[in-house]
């Protein structure tokens, strides 16, 4: 019985933690928080992506941050995946360095196929 008991438990934490796993899709923006001293300096900073744990990343460009107030909420672009799962985690650069980097944010890429076309009959 404990050992059932123990594994509906495991079994709901697993759910739970699938569950709360958010869905990108292409043309969908990727938001985050911002600590800067001012509005200019975060919209200043070079962002980096690191994909999948890998140690390569991918420069964003066209990073908008707004707000009055630091933590300061930037946009950019959701970059394109492969579909599937994936994780990601953020850096923010400027000329004293790179800062460590965010948490891990865990997402699904959803590619929705195209509509068919030139419909005929053979």
Avoid: W
Wanted: hydrophobic share 45%; with cysteine.
């Amino acid at each position: 019985m404990k050992k059932l008991i123990t594994f509906a438990f495991v079994t709901l934490l697993m759910l739970a933690g699938s569950a709360s796993a958010q869905t990108a899709t292409p043309g969908n923006n990727l938001a985050f928080d911002q600590a800067a001293p001012s509005l200019t300096e975060a919209q200043a900073y070079t962002y980096q992506l690191y994909a999948d744990g890998s140690s390569g990343f991918i420069g964003l460009t066209n990073v908008v941050c707004a707000g009055t107030a630091s933590p300061f909420q930037c946009t950019v672009q959701f970059p394109a995946f492969t579909p599937g799962a994936h994780t990601l985690q953020l850096t923010a650069s400027n000329a004293a360095g790179e800062s460590a980097k965010s948490a891990v944010f865990s997402f699904t890429f959803v590619v929705q196929p195209a509509a068919p076309t030139n419909l005929r009959i053979q």
